[in-house]
């Protein structure tokens, strides 16, 4: 699709992507950019693994709460959906396999990141959803069907995030599990809408885990 999404900068980081072993596709969070969330890939960064982030327009991806009906959200949830597999397509064309694409997400980041996972059921290196979830009014985790064929899914968030409903957290990680993910959740009191330094330590060890 040409969305308002399409056309905008792919920040590129870490190792070069002709030189990596493994790839880590960073999407960022409202209001947020994409060089912002490569800091926070630098964090995790390990030689080999090269960091791709797509920026959205205006730096929101879609103008109302993930909760919102979908059509609400439209052009920009399918517009962002396309720009994150844009970024997993760069990877794999630059030779990284896409058993050794990470995708991680941070706020309405992770619920583009999961949303395309979950629509896009493969084998990928990992998924990392911090502060966010599946993107819907309601979410059925029976209506999603394929294989992600164990594919690591961490998801982590508060339990008191002004934005992110528990359910919808556990909801998520439903969805996945039923995908054949093999999911991670965490859950921290108190934390509010943020990153901790026990999700960091968990997708620094994904990423090992990928670069073997």
Known sequence: MNGPHQGQQLVAAGTPLEAADAAMVLVHGRGATARSIVQMGQEVHRDG??????????????????LAPVEDNEPGRSSGLQAVGDAV?????GDVPR?????????QGACLASEFVARN?????????LSGGLIGESVDPTEYEGDIERTPVLVGCSDVDPHIPLERVHETTEAFERLNGDVDERIYEGMGHGVNEDELDAVSELVADVLG
Request: charged fraction near 15%.
């Open 121 to 129: 059921p493969r084998r990928y290196g990992g998924l990392a959803a």
């Open 99 to 107: 058993e050794k694409v990470v995708l991680l997400g941070f706020s």
């Open 89 to 93: 397509e760069t990877a794999t064309e």
């Open 49 to 66: 693994l090269a960091l791709l982030a797509p920026q959205a327009a205006g730096n929101t991806w879609y103008p109302n709460s993930f």
